[in-house]
């Protein structure tokens, strides 16, 4: 199953915490995210996992938008993960 992020960003009122950010995971490959705190890594990880709505760019998942299939608009929508 394939994921991917393009041109993906998210900002929390004046502030930048993603900007640009596009990747593509294959299937079989395993990704990494290595960082100090606050650089975005549990944010990025909650974008792609549905849990927040980008402010730029979107996800998609195997070819499809992640905001098109069926639950992404209950996940964004979660209170235990903003």
């Known amino acids: ?24 995971v294959r299937p079989g490959e395993t990704l990494g995210l290595i960082g100090p705190n606050g650089s975005g890594k549990s944010t990025l990880l909650r974008l792609m996992a549905g849990l ?11 070819g499809r938008p992640l905001a098109a299939l069926p639950g992404a608009r209950s996940r964004s929508a979660s ?4």
């Open 52 to 62: 927040l709505r980008p402010s730029a760019g979107h996800v998609e998942l195997e």
């Open 79 to 82: 209170p235990g993960w903003r």
């Open 1 to 24: 199953m394939s994921l991917e992020t393009h041109a993906l960003g998210w900002t929390t009122g004046r502030t930048v915490v993603l900007q640009d950010i596009s990747l593509t």
